[in-house]
Nanobody
Framework: QVQLVESGGGLVQAGGSLRLSCAGS????????MGWFRQAPGKEREFVAAISWSGTITLYADSVKDRFTISRDNAKDMMYLQMNSLKPEDTAVYYC???????????????????WGQGTQVTVSS
């Protein structure tokens, strides 16, 4: 059974940091580009960051660039999102996802991803 499980969400004050983790199983995730998306109440799910299958290429939404860092450990089938200088507008449910096709470079579009985690809540208080 293919599964992605996020962890590390929580409540943090503005300016604080959190590190999200995504654990993959049931598939050779090290061969697939991965991404983080988020969805705030009443809003569409939006792209946050993506990382290529090898981990050498990363892509960020403008709203998180220079504050968030995506990384992966292929030996452990893990992906991470280090979030610094958090703002109240970063409050959302964060989802990790795996691209449909192997050896991808990481893309912005939700339709490029076929496996999703259940999400982890991040709340940033002002």
């Amino acid at each position: 059974q293919v599964q992605l499980v996020e962890s590390g969400g929580g409540l943090v004050q503005a300016g604080g940091s959190l590190r999200l983790s995504c654990a993959g199983s049931g598939r050779t995730f090290r061969l697939y580009a991965m991404g983080w998306f988020r969805q705030a109440p009443g809003k569409e799910r939006e792209f946050v960051a993506a990382i290529s299958w090898s981990g050498t290429i990363t892509l960020y939404a403008d709203s998180v660039k220079d504050r968030f860092t995506i990384s992966r450990d292929n030996a452990k089938d893990m992906m991470y999102l280090q979030m610094n200088s958090l703002k109240p507008e970063d409050t959302a449910v964060y989802y990790c996802a795996a691209e449909k096709n192997a050896y991808g470079l990481g893309r912005l579009g939700r339709s490029e991803y076929d496996f999703w985690g259940q999400g982890t809540q991040v709340t940033v208080s002002s």
